[in-house]
Every structure is written in structure tokens, then in C-alpha cells.
RNA sequence: CGAGUUGGCCGGGUGAUCGCGGCACGAGAGUGUCGAGGAAAGUCCGGGCUCCAUGGGGCAAGGUGGUGGGUAACGCCCACCCGGGGUGACCCGCGGGACAGUGCCACAGAAAACAGACCGCCUCGAGUGAUCGAGGUAAGGGUGAAACGGUGGUGUAAGAGACCACCAGCGCGGCAGGUGACUGCCGCGGCUAGGUAAACCCCACCUGGAGCAAGGCCAAGAGGAUCGCUUGCGAUCUGCGCAGACGAGCUGCCCGCUCAAUGUCUGCGGGUAGGCCGCACCAGGCCACUGGCAACAGUGGUCGCAGAUGGAUGAUCACCCUCGGCUAUGCCGAGACAGAACCCGGCUUACAGGCCAACUCGUCCC
RNA sequence: GCACCGCUAGCUCAACUGGCAGAGCAGCUGACUCUUAAUCAGCGGGUUGGGGGUUCAAGUCCCUCGCGGUGUA
């Protein structure tokens, strides 16, 4: 678990930044990116839903995102708020796919929402 | 050796690196330690715990259903009885009551529950005759899931438990065994009484309601009474709005009792979740002994065993294990069902593969 | 967490107290027409969501499982 002030905690966070913030799709997932102007640590949640499997595999998937997303984090600017939606076919591949198209989606989305 | 029955268990292992949650210690960096399941699942039962209700009487409603025992309790478990299945080990059974009452039994059939008689059979009468009428009878026929005991004989106009023998079944009595359900034996009776209660129902026994978003504390907010003290409500709110109904309450209803038109309820709309506690040490696991056929209980020893809140057990690598495929001393691929959320006892359902024990039947050998 | 509802032909729905599973649309065949549509005649189509039980007999009653959905906190 990461810790709290890096955390989405609340449903309405979630919905701020996937309905406000700037999108960027891969195959398995899609990231929802928004800046807020404030000073306080990135924040980053998981929104894994019921058509990825069973509680099983769903929260397999939302570890394997975790365990990318720590190192990512430092590289976020403060005040940004991220959403990761893993999409239906999320689990049938490997880590090493997940692992090639998050950094991947991210970056996609910084600069995305620079511009 | 083959075929089978029952019960129990495991359900990947070891190591390394990078990470996560709880707890303990520490000023801190950090260190140590623990960290999913047999079903954590479905939510079908039972309890603990918490709050609310709880003066009495009656009626409902729901559940359970052989007997005895186990248990905190159960719709669970154990043992036994009865019925059914299997050569057998063993398995299956919502397994009380059908003379307390009511209902239903389609189609077919003469007739479907209480006796009756369609075709028959027999006697008498009428008629030349086909046949008709009166009466007796229920053996035979056919229908059906089910037809008023079965077989053989006596008997008769034809027949019939009308009578007799045996058998099946029912009721009563006695003796014996068992805590009991019940079983065995003997005698007597009338000779025969359909099914359905997972149809209503009757009988016996059991059941107050809600649920950890229970509930408590703090912070913050709002309203009323009077500044304070203080009092009531307080996220299950509403003296925020609109509309409607009516006496209301005693958590189903009635009696009864209590309170009261500034009361109470209902519907629609509107609004509200920050933290801490509850929260993880118990009907606890394992081992031994004792009692018991067993479920289980008692005594002693020993162990400490998840506690999140967008929600912790993940990622990668190496070796081993199991399975599958192949170009086969190796290579490649796969590793069942499934993820704790207040806790516990059961039930039910899902589950690759494997292990152990007891027992039965068959065949062969000693 | 609690309280409920539904599942019947390819689709939308019936089947009263247990008693032969049906209707409309769709489909197929034929007729009418130069052809199609419309119309007319006929035909096929069902493990009643799965399994088990009670009963002579189950879509209906009971138990259990699955899928989908609703209300409420």
C-alpha cells in the first residue's frame, strides 16, 4: 500500500480526475491525469472494475499496478492527481506488458496536459 | 491382484533482491516479529456481542417433526429404531397424525371412497321368438396410478369370509427385552379399514425486534428555552419545504392500559459520513491421559495465531517437485477452486492433482 | 448487512385452485402476382435456468445451485 497523502482516498477525487483531467489510452489500460494547484504530494488510485475477473484476479491486477506505480511517483509534479483504469482484457497478460505501457501512458499524459 | 465402500489429510517447497500492512522496542534512522482459506464463497440456519422494547391476558405469524444423546445453540453432529436400495462393506429418507374436521383424486372407467353394478352369471315371470320385466349375486371381463384382502377348498340356482385351512394386514390383551423409538412370542376379536398433510388443518416443541453503517467517545455544526449553569435531540436528521390521512403509543392484531389536538403517522422533494474506540485472547489450536460404541466431555501440559478502511501478502530471479507436449540424459509450457472485513458453531456449493487408514466382494496362493 | 423479485419457442408474453405447455411476431412450404410486399392456407420449433425430492401425475408444491434485477441502510 502506498502511503496515505499518495494515495486517491475519496470517490469524489476520482471523479475530478477522470472527468476533468486529460486521458491517454493503451491496449490494457488508460490513465486519467490532472493538475491541481496545490502544494501537496502526487496522488495516485486504481480503479480495477468487475469486468477485469473475480476479486482474485482484479486484485492481482491492482498490486502489479502498485508495485509499477512506486517508482513513478517521484517523477510526478506535486499536486497531480492520477487515476489508473485498468481495462477488461488488463489480465490476460503478463507484468512485463503492464510494465511497458504505464510509464508509457504516463508520460503521454504529461504532456498532454502541459500543452 | 482386481472391483468397490467409508472416513481423514495435503493442496506446491527452499533461497535471494526490491516493496506493503499490523504490533513491540527506539529520540530518530531503524530493528525484531506476525501477515488469507478449507472453503475466507453462497448467506441457508444457530449463537456471542451491542442498542431498542419488555405490567398483564388472548389470537395470529413463522419454524421444527422417529427415539435417545451431544452442544452455548441449531434446521447441525453421534448412536439406535423403522421403511427402501445393494451379494456385501454400506447408502438414501421433511420419518408425528388420514375414525377431529374440510378439500382434491384429471383422462379412462359402471363405479374413485361409500357403497353401488356396465358387460356378465343365476332364478322367476311374459312372449312362438329376437327380447323385455322383477329379483339374486359380485367369481369372471374391461379402465386406471389406485377397484373394497390373496391362494386353495367347502358350499350354492349362481355366488360371496357365508364357512374352513394357510398367508398378508388391522385392533385388543398378556409375557419378555430395551431409558426410549420399537422388537420378539402367545392368545383373542371382527373379518378388511384407498391415497394425498412438501393441500388446508390437528398435535407437540421453539421463536421479542434490529443489526458493527450495531453501539460508545471526541471534534465540528444546527435548533429551542433565558446570559450562565443546565436540559432534550444529535448524521437512524428535518421547529427545512409541500401534500395527504387520522386520535396516537404499548415494534403483527384484539382486549386492556396510558397519553393527547402546539399530537402522531405516511408519501414526495431536500440535506448529512471527520477522527478514535468497538477490533481480535478465545464456546481457541495442538499433544497426552481418563470416561463414553460415538458425537463429545473432563484433567494436565504446551502454543500465541491477519486486522486493512480506495482497503496490506506483490514483483522478479534461481533450484527442486507435479503434470502435459516435443525434434526426448534435454527444451518449452502449465500448476486446481479461490482473497479475511465484528467474531464463532454448522450446512451448502466450487476444487487440478496426490497421500493415508479401515472395511467389503471376487479370484488365486500358503 | 438486511429485505425481496424474475428466469417458459429465435423475440415479447400466457397457462385459474397440480391434470394433454399455448398466443402474437419471426422462420419454412405452397397459393395469388410479371416480380416483391400485403393477403390466404399449411408446417416445424420447448432439457419450462440446472439438479434432487413429494405425488398416480410438477411450469405449478418443497429443498438446493446458477444467472439477472429491485428496494433499503
Avoid at 502511503?3 to 483531467?21: E, I, K, N, W, Y
Avoid at 477485469?52 to 517508482?71: D, E, I, K, N, Y
Avoid at 503492464?98 to 504516463?106: M, N, R
Wanted: hydrophobic letters at 45%; zero cysteines; aromatic letters at 4%.
Amino acid at each position: 500500500m502506498l502511503a496515505a497523502p499518495s494515495r486517491l482516498r475519496q470517490s469524489a477525487d476520482f471523479q475530478q480526475t477522470v472527468r476533468q483531467g486529460v486521458r491517454a489510452g493503451r491496449p490494457h489500460l488508460v490513465v486519467h491525469l490532472l493538475f491541481r494547484q496545490v502544494e501537496e504530494p502526487a496522488r495516485i488510485g486504481f480503479t480495477v472494475g468487475a469486468q477485469v475477473g473475480g476479486s482474485v484476479t482484479r486484485h492481482r491486477v491492482t498490486r502489479q499496478l502498485r508495485a509499477l506505480s512506486q517508482p513513478l511517483l517521484r517523477t510526478l509534479p506535486a499536486g497531480t492527481n492520477v487515476v489508473v483504469r485498468a481495462l477488461p482484457n488488463a489480465a490476460t497478460v503478463g507484468f512485463q506488458t503492464l510494465a511497458a505501457e504505464l510509464p508509457e501512458a504516463l508520460s503521454s499524459a504529461l504532456r498532454k496536459a502541459q500543452r
